[in-house]
């Protein structure tokens, strides 16, 4: 990226003197509309080769260079405007070409710098597996997990369960006490969470309003006391509302389920969240 950047730079440096030098050269020594209308038309070239690339900015030059040429011969033979063909004239024949391929070139490397940051930036994004609120793993990196346990689970024939936990309401919360509030209140119920876990389970706010468990060696008994431990320690989470001044008490929803030995990742998951509705 850095070799690209740097050819970037000496592409702009080389446009950027090509078009002071035939500014310079048009304000100082040739002020006559034919000349205005020829440096015109290079600017024009640059720009179609920069968008459109080298060879498509080679192709109208070629257009340009014929239509000069064309112009200049008329000039001579019908119009006897033009005796000779002096240089202010001619240059323009290497003008054109070099300008579409400066343009064009530079064009190029532009975009695939731009490219280059684009796919470094979605690297990026791919590579962060952190819930920047809470600190917990986030979706993408959950389903992670879950899939490597479900393997392992199956492997070893071991047991595993899924907690959901989702928060009652939470859009509307939101609109109402906003969402400094609502992020004071998801951060104290990840700490609930966390106080309550083993090491070897596996947390993840897998939505702005859920939090989702893997339960490691867990069966669905053992799930159900977790699950009536951790209401325990959500009824400790109460905010002050920024607007109201009240106090905040949170609803929780939370279901969960075990793995069969047919189920995948996604059936789990699904049958997880299917509970919610029948926790009231």
Same mark, same amino acid.
């Given at each position: 990226?850095?070799?690209?950047? $740097?050819?970037? *730079?000496?592409? $702009?440096?080389?446009?950027?003197?090509?078009?002071?030098?035939? %500014? =310079?050269?048009?304000?100082?020594?040739?002020?006559? %509309? =034919?000349?205005?209308?020829?440096?015109?038309?290079?600017?024009?070239?640059?720009?179609?080769?920069?968008?459109?690339?080298?060879?498509?900015?080679?192709?109208?030059?070629?257009?340009?260079?014929?239509?000069?040429? =064309?112009?200049?011969?008329?000039?001579?033979?019908?119009?006897?405007?033009?005796?000779?063909?002096? $240089?202010?004239?001619?240059?323009? $024949?290497?003008?054109?070409?070099?300008?579409?391929?400066?343009?064009?070139?530079?064009?190029? @490397?532009?975009?695939?710098?731009?490219? #280059?940051?684009?796919?470094?930036?979605?690297?990026?994004?791919?590579?962060?597996?952190?819930?920047?609120?809470?600190?917990?793993?986030?979706?993408?990196?959950?389903?992670?997990?879950?899939?490597?346990? @479900?393997?392992?689970?199956?492997?070893?024939?071991?047991?595993? %369960?899924?907690?959901?936990?989702?928060?009652?309401?939470?859009? +509307?919360?939101?609109?109402?006490?906003? #969402?400094?509030?609502?992020?004071?209140?998801?951060?104290?119920?990840?700490?609930?969470?966390?106080?309550?876990?083993?090491?070897?389970?596996? #947390?993840? +706010?897998?939505r702005s309003d859920e939090f989702a468990i893997i339960?490691?060696?867990?069966?669905?008994?053992?799930?159900?006391?977790?699950?009536?431990?951790?209401?325990?320690?959500?009824?400790?989470?109460?905010?002050?509302?920024?607007?109201?001044?009240?106090?905040?008490?949170?609803?929780?929803?939370?279901?969960? =389920?075990?793995?069969?030995?047919? *189920? *995948?990742?996604?059936?789990?998951?699904?049958r997880a969240e299917g509970e919610l509705q029948y926790? @009231?």
């Amino acid at each position: 990226m850095f070799k690209n950047r $740097f050819k970037g *730079d000496y592409l $702009f440096v080389a446009l950027i003197t090509f078009i002071s030098v035939n %500014t =310079t050269l048009l304000l100082i020594y040739e002020r006559n %509309t =034919t000349q205005y209308i020829l440096y015109g038309v290079s600017i024009i070239l640059i720009v179609l080769g920069y968008l459109m690339g080298q060879i498509e900015g080679m192709v109208a030059s070629i257009f340009g260079v014929f239509a000069l040429g =064309t112009y200049m011969l008329y000039a001579i033979i019908v119009l006897k405007t033009m005796r000779t063909l002096d $240089f202010s004239m001619i240059r323009w $024949f290497l003008i054109f070409p070099l300008g579409a391929v400066i343009g064009g070139k530079y064009g190029e @490397v532009t975009k695939e710098i731009f490219q #280059k940051i684009k796919k470094y930036d979605r690297d990026m994004n791919e590579m962060v597996s952190i819930d920047e609120l809470t600190g917990f793993n986030n979706e993408k990196r959950f389903f992670v997990d879950l899939e490597q346990e @479900v393997n392992r689970a199956k492997r070893y024939k071991t047991n595993l %369960t899924v907690l959901v936990m989702q928060i009652a309401y939470f859009d +509307r919360l939101e609109a109402i006490y906003g #969402k400094t509030v609502c992020n004071m209140a998801v951060k104290a119920i990840a700490e609930r969470i966390e106080q309550l876990l083993r090491v070897s389970d596996k #947390k993840a +706010r897998i939505r702005s309003d859920e939090f989702a468990i893997i339960l490691t060696n867990t069966d669905i008994e053992g799930a159900e006391r977790v699950r009536e431990k951790l209401k325990e320690l959500l009824e400790e989470v109460v905010l002050q509302g920024d607007r109201t001044g009240k106090k905040l008490n949170f609803s929780y929803k939370i279901g969960i =389920t075990e793995m069969g030995m047919e *189920d *995948d990742i996604f059936s789990l998951m699904k049958r997880a969240e299917g509970e919610l509705q029948y926790d @009231v």
